[in-house]
């Protein structure tokens, strides 16, 4: 079982920046890959970014050049730095997790960008 909390969600002006956080607890020495997904309201959830242990990420055609995820293995934590936040950013942004077939998710946080 892996349990994943995220922070660093808030309230920002167009342009700005937030970084998100999410740390793994339990058995974290399975993971594989971590990302983020974020879901707007009336929308499906969505692919931001995602980073394999080895170092390889992904990142949606929409969030590219603006937001870098990382990971702190030591620490089974991954971030997601967002600059350039645009209205359309905002969303609940979730952790995900996958340990070989298992998948698990964060609670989410919310990310509000104003115009």
């Known amino acids: 079982q892996v349990q994943l909390v995220e922070s660093g969600g808030g309230l920002v002006q167009a342009g700005g920046s937030l970084r998100l956080s999410c740390a793994a607890s339990?058995?974290?020495?399975?993971?594989?890959?971590m990302g983020w997904y974020r879901q707007a309201p009336g929308k499906q959830r969505e692919l931001v970014a995602v980073?394999?242990?080895?170092?390889?990420?992904n990142y949606a055609d929409s969030v590219k050049g603006r937001f870098t995820i990382s990971r702190d293995n030591a620490k089974n934590t991954v971030f997601l730095q967002m600059n350039s936040l645009k209205p359309e950013d905002t969303a609940v942004y979730y952790c995900?997790?996958?340990?070989?077939?298992?998948?698990?998710w964060g609670q989410g946080t919310q990310v509000t960008v104003s115009s």
């Open positions: 995900k997790a996958i340990v070989t077939v298992d998948v698990y």
């Open positions: 339990g058995s974290t020495f399975s993971i594989n890959v």
């Open positions: 980073s394999s242990r080895g170092g390889s990420t």
